[in-house]
């Protein structure tokens, strides 16, 4: 069977041009991706694969739509006895157990909120997410310090009625799995008020950003992502076949893995909504912490043949012996969440023959700018913009900026709310006024156009650095550095400077062959090979040499917390130096 032909009004085009001139998303009135995608297939098709876990030692559990259909039955009748109904939240910290799959799926039929969060939220995390998004009920994993650091923010948590973990209950729990196994299989449609239709709200996501108390971003049933809460309707599963069909290439029966936890919007982006409704099996590594070599086997083992995850992992694959795997099953890879340094696409296409595809979004939206299959990868490009969205690249006066010169990604006519584009930053007037203050939504990144139509990512607006007049985008000097044997992975921020007022600075992480060369002589031979590498006045002026970067818990650099390190740092030689000469 051939699902997507249903929500689409052509599946083949000749070009990238017949592709954005004429795809078209076609969006029933009462769209719900758990009735009409996972219940069609368990109808039609009910031994069809729809996911494989695995996970680091070994384990390994398959799953067909007929199980992920019985298993969301259960879960939405459990809820609904639990006194959980349409338009209620529940925040939901299950790593990447099956049960993840179950519950967002379960919860969708029923009309509840889904709030993903990483398990890596801490007391204060929990506390504000709750108390922010009025949470119900809290669902985690088997795991002794998600459920330590949930019975420590609990009191402090005002609306929340029920804790619930998979397998055996502590104290003051209750068994997610004894609940589900104890439901019934079979849940109804709902109709009337209990209804859900494809403008309501579906999916909120706490965005990932680095500074100030998360956003909340709110999808209908469709999706996105920033620290407000992002509010997505059930429109977003639709936006997400430009994500899954176009970008990372599936088709019905495709083993894909993209590499997220399930409290990102990537999980979203690359581990159910379009991957399914393209039919393809969702496989996932389970990881405690990433081993790239067990990545590796599991690429083998499993016979994937679609593989997306951000640009960390790839850096970390390519330090392994690729010689040893077999990657003969994959035909399509890609790339999100940073931008992909040419050095890394060179080497992972070197010794495994494949092309990294990358793309662009936010948690916000579907997929922005993709390497879509009809144009030729150029290393570093994000692609050319989805048919989905009008994006323009604008000064900061809304004027269209040239190709070559850096503008601000804006999504034009936005409020007309076009499908997989957020609804709202839920309870934040202010984010909205100021990324979404009228018909256009502004989403705060930065990237030029070059004249075959490519556009290339800057950077977020903080990041760019601003040097004696230039504006220098991190990226660019990130991927001269590492064209470098020393650098494993970098950060390019802006420091400080009485005489420029910014300066280039560089974070690097060596490699293993480099850890203990750590020397000025190095520095000096980095900043050379900046100089060789692009424009001389790029290079950084100063160069720290760290064990690891600090990075939000989706896997994305955090330049921000360096940049703010420092600031204070300045200000504080800056306050003793004025001391000093009173």
């Given at each position: 069977?051939d699902l ?8 083949d085009f000749?070009s990238?041009?017949?592709f954005?001139?004429?795809?078209k ?20 098709d009910p031994?069809k ?10 384990n390994?559990?398959h ?9 969301s ?6 809820f609904k006895d ?7 939240r529940?925040l ?7 049960e993840?799959w179950?519950t967002?799926?379960?919860l969708h ?7 993903p969060a ?20 809290i ?6 310090q998600i ?6 923010a ?5 609306t929340?009625?029920y804790?619930s973990?998979?397998?055996e209950?502590?104290?003051?729990w ?5 609940d589900?196994?104890n439901?019934s299989?079979?849940?109804e449609r709902?109709?009337g ?5 494809a403008?309501?709200?579906m999916?909120?996501?706490?965005s ?10 709110l999808?209908?049933?469709t999706?996105?992502g920033?620290p407000k ?10 936006g ?6 176009y970008?990372?290439q599936?088709y ?12 990102w ?5 690359g ?11 969702n496989v996932?590594?389970d990881?405690q912490?990433?081993k ?5 086997e599991i690429?083998?083992k ?5 593989f997306c995850g951000?640009?960390?992992i ?7 012996d690729?010689?040893k ?11 999100a969440?940073e ?5 890394v696409?060179?080497?992972w ?16 939206g579907?997929?922005?700018f993709?390497?879509?299959p009809?144009i ?5 490009s994000t692609g050319?913009p ?8 604008l ?6 900026v040239?190709?070559g ?6 999504i ?9 584009l957020?609804?709202?930053y ?14 256009d939504?502004s ?7 070059d004249?075959e139509?490519?556009i290339?990512?800057?950077?977020r607006?903080?990041d760019v650095?601003k ?9 660019e000097?990130?991927?001269?550095l ?11 921020t802006a420091?400080?400077d009485p005489?420029?007022?910014?300066v280039?600075?560089?974070?690097i992480v ?6 203990e060369?750590?020397?000025?002589e190095?520095?000096k031979?980095?900043?050379n090979?900046?100089k ?5 006045y790029?290079?950084p002026?100063?160069?720290?040499f ?5 990075k939000?818990?989706?896997?994305k ?6 940049r703010?390190?420092d600031e204070?740092?300045?200000?504080e030689?800056?306050?003793a130096?004025?001391?000093a000469?009173?």
């Amino acid at each position: 069977m051939d699902l997507l032909n249903r929500f689409v009004n052509r599946i083949d085009f000749d070009s990238y041009e017949d592709f954005k001139q004429n795809f078209k998303i076609n969006v029933p009135e009462d769209f719900n991706f758990g009735f009409d995608v996972v219940d069609v297939y368990a109808k039609e098709d009910p031994e069809k694969e729809a996911l494989i876990w695995c996970d680091d030692d070994g384990n390994e559990r398959h799953f067909t739509f007929k199980d992920v259909s019985e298993k969301s039955n259960r879960v939405a009748n459990m809820f609904k006895d639990l006194g959980i109904k349409k338009g209620d939240r529940v925040l939901m910290m299950l790593r990447q157990r099956p049960e993840v799959w179950f519950t967002m799926v379960g919860l969708h039929k029923l009309g509840a909120l889904v709030i993903p969060a990483t398990f890596q939220l801490l007391y204060h995390d929990i506390v504000y997410r709750c108390n922010a998004a009025d949470v119900k009920m809290i669902v985690c994993a088997d795991d002794p310090q998600i459920i330590e650091h949930v019975n420590k923010a609990r009191p402090d948590c005002k609306t929340v009625q029920y804790c619930s973990v998979i397998g055996e209950a502590p104290e003051g729990w209750r068994s997610l799995t004894d609940d589900i196994d104890n439901s019934s299989p079979v849940f109804e449609r709902p109709t009337g008020d209990e209804a859900t239709h494809a403008y309501d709200p579906m999916l909120i996501y706490f965005s990932s950003g680095t500074t100030g108390e998360p956003k909340m971003i709110l999808h209908d049933y469709t999706l996105t992502g920033e620290p407000k809460m992002i509010l997505h309707d059930y429109t977003l599963p639709l936006g997400h076949i430009v994500t899954a069909k176009y970008w990372q290439q599936v088709y019905d029966g495709c083993r894909h893995l993209t590499q997220a936890d399930s409290g990102w919007a990537k999980f979203a982006w690359g581990k159910i909504y379009g991957q399914w409704i393209c039919g393809a099996v969702n496989v996932t590594y389970d990881t405690q912490k990433f081993k790239a070599a067990r990545m590796l086997e599991i690429m083998e083992k499993l016979k994937l043949n679609s593989f997306c995850g951000p640009s960390t992992i790839y850096r970390y694959l390519i330090q392994e012996d690729l010689t040893k795997y077999d990657f003969s099953s994959i035909k399509h890879c890609s790339m999100a969440g940073e931008p992909l340094n040419p050095e890394v696409f060179y080497k992972w296409q070197k010794y495994t023959g494949l092309e990294i595809r990358e793309g662009f979004g936010q948690t916000e939206g579907s997929v922005l700018f993709a390497n879509f299959p009809w144009i030729d990868v150029k290393p570093g490009s994000t692609g050319m913009p989805t048919p989905i969205y009008d994006i323009q690249l604008l000064d900061d006066n809304g004027v269209p900026v040239e190709d070559g010169i850096v503008g601000n990604i804006v999504i034009k006519n936005a409020s007309a709310k076009p499908i997989g584009l957020f609804r709202e930053y839920y309870k934040n007037p202010e984010a909205m006024a100021e990324q979404w203050p009228g018909a256009d939504y502004s989403t705060g990144d930065t990237a030029w156009r070059d004249p075959e139509g490519y556009i290339w990512f800057v950077g977020r607006n903080d990041d760019v650095i601003k040097c004696s007049g230039y504006r220098i985008g991190p990226f660019e000097v990130e991927s001269a550095l590492m064209t470098h044997d020393a650098v494993l992975e970098c950060a390019v921020t802006a420091v400080p400077d009485p005489m420029r007022g910014q300066v280039v600075k560089a974070t690097i992480v060596l490699t293993k062959a480099y850890k203990e060369k750590a020397s000025p002589e190095l520095v000096k031979e980095l900043q050379n090979h900046v100089k060789n590498a692009t424009a001389p006045y790029k290079y950084p002026r100063v160069i720290e040499f760290v064990d690891e970067l600090p990075k939000t818990t989706s896997g994305k650099i955090m330049r921000t917390a360096i940049r703010k390190a420092d600031e204070a740092k300045y200000r504080e030689a800056q306050e003793a130096a004025a001391k000093a000469n009173l």
